[in-house]
């Protein structure tokens, strides 16, 4: 859904409205990928446009990534495709100097860009180890909470009963270090009771 010069103009004058006592004044920045993007309809904020309160950026026209600032190329990388996102990621990382917010946010965008790409791919891609970047260790962390929430559900269900839906997702809320307590203290239970007061117990302590 495009943002439209309407919604902005509702959104400024909440805004400003709101915080009334802090600005006297406004002024806005609209971003375009392209000039082709951008609503052809500029009438109800013409005089906006032309005395300068709403400026607005292309940014297939500011220029290479490798003539950017960091912040504006990352903006720019955003609509690049192909060879052109591949070599720009490639200065952006080489300039991050081993910035690792930098190269995270790098990351992220070609990962989402090059979704049909295996992670090795990527990794040659970029000339980086992606799994030490955010991303992928979210990734990792993420597999490794789902497979110990299965395994230790299906012993729960075999040494105590069923689990019900509701306590099933009190064992699926605790952090990965707490599942793997679960699944040790586990082994002495003899029934549901002695899950649910091991989960009092311990989420009590969170």
Do not use: C, H
Request: hydrophobic content about 40%; cysteine-free.
């Amino acid at each position: 859904m495009r943002f439209t010069k309407r919604r902005m103009l509702s959104e400024i004058a909440i805004y400003t409205y709101r915080n009334r006592e802090r600005f006297a004044n406004w002024q806005a920045v609209v971003i375009y990928p392209t000039r082709s993007t951008e609503q052809s309809r500029t009438g109800m904020v013409q005089e906006f446009l032309e005395n300068g309160r709403i400026q607005r950026v292309y940014l297939n026209e500011l220029g290479e990534v490798a003539d950017l600032p960091t912040g504006l190329g990352l903006m720019v990388l955003t609509t690049l495709e192909g060879e052109k996102a591949t070599s720009g990621a490639r200065g952006l990382i080489q300039r991050a100097e081993g910035r690792q917010d930098i190269i995270e946010l790098v990351s992220t965008i070609i990962v989402y860009k090059f979704s049909n790409l295996s992670r090795d791919e990527v990794d040659a891609m970029l000339g980086i180890e992606l799994e030490q970047t955010r991303v992928y260790r979210e990734a990792a962390q993420e597999g490794r909470q789902q497979e110990a929430q299965a395994l230790v559900l299906r012993l729960l269900n075999r040494r105590v009963g069923n689990v019900s839906p509701a306590v099933e997702m009190r064992v699926k809320a605790l952090p990965l270090l707490r599942l793997e307590d679960l699944g040790e203290a586990l082994l002495d239970f003899v029934r549901m009771s002695d899950l649910i007061s091991w989960l009092d117990a311990n989420q009590s302590e969170n």
